[in-house]
């Protein structure tokens, strides 16, 4: 059977991760590594399927944690390995046990580097590192825009005169599902604003947002770029620390339809599952999911909106075409949904979060976990 019949078999509505394209994708991490000697490292912010986590160990030394759950998480399963932390602030009542946890430490700001380094003995013998504004990106939307006017993360150039005693690397992070011709650019921006602290740090973190994984993505220019780099500062440690490329359309989420309703010559198609509570990205970003087997209005001869099944107005998306009319009882599968869904999802009107499989490359589907009535009220 092609693997989108596995798919369906999954008591909806289901999030499904495919082993076998999870490995695909960690392969080309493992070609980054060997060819260009740079450390890719994985953004636990994006993804945290912790039951797969014995998969990237094979490939990976490390996890990037943005707070204490997850580097609590990142420790129990990389111990002994690299964690590095990043937060915009970090809690009083979480900073001890994060530094603690923590291989790297990197502060948003001098002035929050400079009230921590003496107070918590758990930094001592860590790497500590400033998050800079590489004062360049090409990300769209403000939203996920960490370079827009009076951004609160990192600091500009005109704002560091000098590194701090201790500071030991520097990290950007200012892409989202970029090409290499970003990360290069963003490296001239580095050299350009910054330039004069690299022979100073003994490492630098670029960050995510690097799409290596996509269809159409220039890895040679990657390749090339870190390469080129690295023979140029060649005492730098660089690090990557993507979260979406690990798992770029690696999984699914597998929906019924419940009901259609029709409203203005508008023919929407009622889900067991709801864009507002289990792919809130969709809103957010926003942007418009891939259906297996379906186009744009008009493409297919049966137009849809897709309607979420919570009570807020604006739990739909609009314009799917389909080939047949949808029927009650039916299921359709959303592509690409392991990133910065599972790890968004919440439990609005009580609605129950998805199961969760993972399909093996030997095609057996596993149910990792369903969650109940005790999973809501537990989080009140």
């Not at 493992?30 to 450390?39: A, C, K, N, P, S």
């Not at 160990?57 to 990142?74: D, F, H, P, W």
């Not at 005169?161 to 599902?177: D, F, Q, V, W």
């Not at 929407?268 to 744009?296: K, Q, W």
Request: glycine content about 8%.
């Amino acid at each position: 059977m092609k693997d989108t019949e596995y798919y369906l078999q999954a008591e909806s509505p289901a999030f499904i991760l495919n082993q076998e394209l999870l490995e695909q994708n960690l392969a080309i991490v493992d070609e980054i590594q060997r060819e260009t000697g740079v450390e890719l490292i994985f953004a636990l912010k994006s993804y945290g399927l912790y039951k797969s986590f014995p998969i990237f160990q094979r490939y990976i030394k490390g996890m990037t944690a943005s707070s204490l759950n997850e580097a609590e998480l990142a420790n129990e399963f990389f111990e002994g390995g690299q964690i590095h932390s990043y937060a915009p602030v970090y809690l009083p009542k979480e900073a001890a046990r994060i530094f603690e946890l923590s291989s790297h430490v990197t502060f948003n700001s001098v002035s929050q580097y400079l009230a921590n380094k003496d107070k918590y003995p758990q930094l001592q013998g860590k790497s500590c590192g400033l998050r800079i504004n590489p004062e360049y990106s090409e990300v769209e939307t403000d939203l996920y825009n960490p370079c827009i006017k009076g951004s609160r993360l990192g600091i500009r150039c005109e704002d560091l005169k000098r590194l701090p005693e201790g500071i030991e690397g520097l990290h950007s992070h200012n892409l989202c599902e970029c090409g290499a011709a970003a990360t290069a650019n963003t490296l001239q921006n580095i050299e350009k604003l910054f330039g004069e602290f690299l022979p100073q740090i003994k490492w630098l973190n670029l960050g995510g947002g690097h799409l290596f994984s996509s269809a159409g993505y220039d890895l040679k220019l990657l390749k090339d770029t870190l390469k080129s780099f690295k023979a140029k500062y060649p005492h730098l440690h660089i690090i990557l620390e993507p979260g979406a490329a690990f798992v770029w359309q690696t999984g699914v989420l597998v929906a019924e339809v419940c009901d259609i309703i029709e409203n203005s010559g508008v023919k929407i198609a009622m889900l067991d599952t709801s864009f507002a509570a289990h792919m809130p990205d969709c809103l957010e970003m926003p942007y418009r999911p891939n259906v297996f087997g379906a186009g744009y209005a008009g493409e297919k001869g049966y137009d849809y909106y897709l309607g979420g099944c919570s009570c807020l107005a604006g739990d739909y998306i609009k314009d799917y075409s389909f080939a047949q009319p949808l029927q009650p009882g039916e299921k359709i599968i959303f592509a690409d949904m392991m990133h910065y869904t599972m790890v968004k999802t919440n439990m609005f009107n009580g609605i129950n979060l998805p199961n969760i499989y993972i399909l093996h490359k030997d095609k057996k589907l596993e149910l990792l976990k369903s969650f109940s009535y005790a999973d809501y009220k537990s989080r009140l």
